[in-house]
């Protein structure tokens, strides 16, 4: 029975794994000066996602390259956010993130732009599953506070249904119609 068990649990496993997708975005070979020398190591950042509106990063550092990659996975699956798409394709609206120095935009794109961002930014969008975005990024390159501020970013976004849950009003009070006047029926009619 207990052989069983622990059969379903690593066929969960596998199947989560599945689910989701994930970018190595950086690795570094890091270096501990100590008496009899240096001991090298490496670190590793990789964002996760499901290519559904969660995404997730996780940093790890071990001696052996794989075993990084691996720690990293991991943390990055605990430390998923969801993310409220439109579309399923687009973000809502243009939303500015920022972590130390690293500063990004990223606004929201009609369909068939594909995902205009460079570097960390552009792995985290594509795990997050944004097909039409235009993303940049401001003041550092460090793939660090890049993806941190990416998350920041996408942390502030906020989707109709959210904001028109907290006024109290219903969303098609908060979202603007393009045929704000008469309807095509009633000024056929007119």
Request: charged share 35%.
């Amino acid at each position: 029975m207990a052989g069983r068990e622990d059969n379903r649990r690593g066929k969960r496993e596998e199947q989560e794994d599945n689910e989701f997708i994930d970018r190595l975005v950086h690795i570094n070979r890091v270096a501990k000066t100590v008496k009899g020398g240096r001991n090298m190591s490496f670190a590793a950042l990789v964002i996760v996602g499901d290519e559904k509106g969660r995404v997730g990063f996780g940093k790890g550092k071990a001696r052996e390259v794989p075993e990084a990659i691996r720690k990293a996975t991991e943390e990055a699956k605990k430390t998923m956010i969801r993310v409220p798409l439109r579309e399923g394709r687009t973000l809502h609206h243009d939303v500015r993130g920022r972590h130390g120095a690293g500063k990004i935009v990223m606004r929201s794109a009609p369909p068939g732009t594909g995902v205009i961002a460079g570097g960390p930014m552009r792995a985290v969008l594509e795990c997050l599953g944004v097909q039409d975005v235009v993303g940049k990024s401001v003041g550092t390159s460090n793939p660090y506070n890049m993806v941190r501020a990416t998350f920041d970013a996408l942390k502030r976004m906020e989707s109709p249904r959210m904001i028109a849950s907290k006024r109290g009003k219903k969303v098609g009070d908060i979202v603007s119609r393009r045929n704000d006047g008469a309807s095509a029926p009633d000024a056929i009619e007119a």
